[in-house]
Each structure stands twice: as C-alpha cells, then as structure tokens.
C-alpha cells in the first residue's frame, strides 16, 4: 500500500470515530485543571520560602536537581505506561504525590525533611506526568483531539492566574497553610480518577504507530529548521521560568511596599499579582491575536517578537515602583502569548512523518530542560551581581532571537 493510500485509509477511520468526549477524557480534565491549580500556587513559593531560609544559591541548586531527576523519571513512566494500564499509573502516582505533600504539611518545619519530601513528591508527579497525557491520546479520537487539547489549554490558562493569586494570599499566613490547600487539591485529583476514570476501558485505537528508535534524535539534530527552533523555544522559556524563580526571590527579598492610601503589601504579595497580571494578559493577548498568529511565523515578525519579549523582561529587572513593572508585564504578557505559539507551529510544520511522536515528546520536555537553567541562573545569583545575571539573561534572549530567526528563515528557504 503507498504512502497517499495509508493516510487516505487513517483519514477515513478518523472520520468514522466518535467525536463524543468520554467520561475519562472529561476527569482527565478536571483533574489536570486542580493540578495545575496547585503547581502554580505552591512551586515559586517554595522557591522563595527555601531561598530564604537556606540561602538562593543552595536553593537554586536543590531545584536544579529535582527538575533533572524528574526530566528521568519522566521518561521512565513514559516506558511504565507502554507495559502497564495508564489509569492504575496515574492512580497510584496520584496517591504517593497526595502523601508525600502531607507529609510535607506536617513536617514542614524542618528544612532537611521538607526538601527530601519536596524530591519525593516530584519524583511521583513526574512519574504520573506521561499517562495522563496518554489517557488523552487513548481515549480520544482525531475528530475531537483538538478540541480537548484546546480545552485543556484553557483550563491551564485559567489555572495559571488563580494559582497565582491562591498561592499569595496562603502564603501571606505562611507555607503550612498553603501546603495543606496543595494537599486537598492532591486528594481532589485521586478521586477524579478513582470514580470518574475506569481503568483498561476501552480505548480509541492510535493510529500513528509508535516506534522504538534511536534514530530519532539523531534525525531531529539534521533537521535544521526543527533544531534552531527548539532551542530558541527552549531559550525563551528560560526568560519566563526566570520570571517565576529569580525575579520571585528578587522582589520578595525586597521588602513591603508601601502605598499613599497606608495600604502595605510584601514583595511576595506583589510578585503574586505581576505573576497573575501576567497569566490574564497572556490569555486576552492569545484570543485576540489568534488571526495574526500565522503571519508572525515569518522571519522578521518572529525574531522581533523574541527581542520584545526579552527586552520586556530585562526593563522589568531594573525599572521602579509598581506601575512600570506592570507595564512590563503587560509587554510580556502580549509578547509571550503569540511568540511561543508562533515557535511552535513553526517546529511542527518543520517535522516529517518520521519519528513524528518522539520528536514532539523532545519538544514537549522543551519547559523541563528551561527550568533547569532558570535554576542555575537563580543558583548564579548568589555567586554574581545583579548586573551580571541581568547580562547573562540579556545574552540568553539575544540568543532565542538569532536562533527563532534563523529557523524561521531556514524554513522560508527550504523546498
């Protein structure tokens, strides 16, 4: 059978599935909305509440370490899910990631066990991490996968300012309070999946094949264009995680703030609001420049949106008093909202048929690979002036720019 005759044969049993969103997909869901939820309340302040207690340079380095052993674990449950039923994954993931911040509720007073429970418990999310989204695939067919993708997206995106502000207001009466709401989420999220998901129910036949290959990566690496463009992803994530990690230190180490009407509010607070300023500007920017998304896949648009985006974010670094720090935050907000979209359908048209899903499991771990040097730059701060982290923050975004406009002229210029 020719290549023309299989994608006419998959398109035609696309067409008959069912494009009825299922009950699992449904608590998937629901589930991932509470998840995420919880991450954007509890992780940049534990990073703040470790910076100050063991210092940004031991911090940034403990986070460095966790986020590489989960980019491991990951991969792992990634195989797990290949020999064992998804749902029982994420049920027993679920139910170590529920325990372990409990425990960390309950001794959170002693720095050494909070740190080694924070490990466990990521070990544990990170795990469950790729059957979740396996759950997705299976469980869904092509006549509705871009629509639950795209619901997905918008409960994540409404997670991300509700987190924000969740995680300011728990952690203005100290870290206990906001560990035991993460734990209630944690218990939320085990029981979507203990009676609203049935595990080994039947499944929506995957009919991109999957292929064991090591020849994946190599051939992702010829793949210029895809290259460039992944490490431009990549490099601009790192601005953004930068955001929430060194920025978030920064401010809350700065003091309170003090208002002409008396009100007073502490850095952590005002990170909390910049933090979900920029989450609501990031979701009306994406709405409404939707139809201008193709046209900043060309080479000029998407290198200048890059170098907004890193100039926005290096004047957040330096300017003073609240109202210029949200005008920078706006900037980002709109500027991130339509760049790394843009990145990401310039690397997707980018791919061949071949090894088509472990490329975009490479990509997908794009955030990861970021957070780890967001890590090492909040580790460097401790070491190097702030100028010097401003300069090598500055060297970064210059690097996305030249990377995002050589992969998007190297595609222009492809056959």
Not at 71 to 76: R, S, T
Not at 118 to 123: A, D, E, M, Q, S
Request: aromatic content about 8%.
């Amino acid at each position: 059978m020719s290549h023309m005759q299989q994608v006419s044969v998959t398109k035609q049993g696309a067409a008959g599935a069912s494009s009825r969103i299922t009950t699992a997909v449904r608590a998937r869901l629901a589930a991932n909305f509470f998840r995420k939820l919880s991450t954007q309340a509890l992780v940049p302040y534990m990073t703040i509440d470790l910076a100050a207690r063991i210092g940004a340079t031991r911090a940034g380095f403990i986070i460095f370490f966790i986020l590489a052993l989960g980019a491991v674990i990951n991969l792992y449950g990634g195989r797990l899910c290949d020999r064992f039923d998804a749902v029982s994954i994420l049920r027993r993931g679920e139910l170590a990631h529920a325990a372990s911040l409990l425990a960390m509720c309950v001794l959170c007073g002693n720095v050494v066990a909070l740190i080694g429970l924070y490990l466990v418990k990521n070990i544990f999310f990170s795990l469950a991490l790729p059957a979740g989204e396996l759950v997705i695939m299976r469980r869904s067919s092509p006549d509705n996968r871009g629509r639950i993708y795209t619901l997905n997206n918008t409960l994540g995106n409404v997670a991300i300012p509700s987190g924000a502000l969740m995680g300011a207001f728990l952690y203005g009466w100290g870290l206990r309070p906001l560990l035991a709401v993460a734990t209630a989420l944690a218990i939320g999220v085990c029981l979507i999946y203990c009676f609203y998901m049935e595990a080994g129910a039947a499944k929506v036949e995957v009919r991109e094949p999957m292929r064991r290959d090591g020849g994946a990566v190599v051939a992702l690496f010829r793949n210029r264009t895809a290259l460039y463009l992944f490490f431009a992803t990549v490099l601009l994530f790192v601005l953004e995680f930068s955001f929430g990690q060194y920025f978030a230190v920064k401010i809350a180490s700065a003091g309170d703030w003090n208002f002409r009407n008396g009100l007073v509010i502490d850095g952590a607070g005002i990170f909390g609001l910049l933090r979900a300023e920029l989450a609501v500007v990031s979701v009306l920017a994406a709405w409404l420049c939707l139809r201008w998304v193709e046209r900043l896949q060309r080479p000029p648009q998407l290198g200048g949106t890059v170098v907004l985006a890193t100039a926005s974010f290096i004047a957040l670094l330096y300017v003073r008093g609240p109202g210029a720090m949200m005008l920078c935050v706006a900037v980002m907000g709109i500027v991130d909202a339509v760049a790394n979209p843009a990145l990401q359908a310039r690397f997707m048209n980018a791919l061949s048929s071949r090894h088509l899903g472990m490329h975009i499991s490479i990509y997908s771990l794009s955030g990861r690979f970021a957070n780890m040097i967001a890590a090492v730059v909040l580790a460097a701060s401790g070491i190097v002036s702030a100028t010097g982290v401003s300069m090598i923050l500055c060297l970064t975004g210059i690097a996305a720019s030249a990377l995002a406009l050589a992969g998007a002229r190297h595609a222009s210029s492809a056959p």
